[in-house]
Each structure stands twice: as C-alpha cells, then as structure tokens.
C-alpha cells in the first residue's frame, strides 16, 4: 500500500505544464509589421488565409466573364416565334448568373400572348434554358388589312402573320 499525501503537497509538487509554442509575427516574413502581443499564432493566421482565398473565390464568381448569361435555349414553342423569346431575355443576357433571378425571366415570358406555361432553368457555368408550352394557331383572320391568329376554339393569340397551312378567314 502506498502512503498516502496530502492533495495540497501533491498538487504544489506536480511539475509545471509547459506552454505551446505559437508562431510570433517576427518569424513569418512580411508580417512583422503586424506585431501583437500574442495575436498572430498559426490558426489565426491559417485562418485569415482562408478566408482571404474564399473572398477571392467569390470575386472570382461575380466579375469572370465565364458566368456570364448568353442567349437563351429555346425549346417546345410552336406558334411562337424564338427571337420574340430571345428578346424578352435580353435584359438578363451579359449579366452575372448569380444575379438573375429566374423567377423575373419567367414573368417576362408569360407575359407573351399565347404562352400557357413556361419554365426557366438556369445552369452553370452561363446557360439559360426556356421552355414554353404554347397555343398553336389553327386559323388566320384578316381584318381591315391585319392578320391575327387564331387558336381552334376561337381565341385569339396574337396579331401577325403565318406561315403555312392555315384557313384564312376575311
């Protein structure tokens, strides 16, 4: 068995712990000027690196030309013409993609006559996708030298000329 002592002599006893050696400004060249006493240890430093690549990282998103929206993908418009597409896009085209907002895209494109639904897609790295789901027209009707079109039930679409195989109506 072993004798017992007392807590107090076995504490005041124990060696001394020994301090961590941190990194002084003074060693790392360039960053003496930013002496402080006991600020500049190797996490912090680790640290402001990190956040200075992740700052770059994001200024790189929002100012390279590689994110940058170019024309529309058009897909599933029938009646509808593509450069009436392209241009109601025109306002998001040359912007950053992280700065469009699809949702005003898509407002902008259901306010076209004759378009039911539409969706909007945006993708990495500069690609817009619209989808458009529209009223095909099946008559053209001339009235006082105008032409619009017409859907099978009567509607009309839009003013306009088409091409094709149409009954036309005067």
Known sequence: RRPTSRRSVTRLARPQKRRRRTVSADTIPGLSYLRVAGAW????VIALLFFLAVGWLLLQCFTAPNFLVGAPTVSGNKGLATSEIVEVTRPVQGRNIFS????DV?????KLPGVKEAQVRLELPNRLFVEIKDQEPQIVWEARGAQYLVTGNGEVIRPGSATGNFLLIT
């Open 41 to 44: 240890d190797r996490q912090r």
């Open 100 to 103: 469009v907002d699809s949702q």
């Open 106 to 110: 898509w407002q902008a494109v259901m």
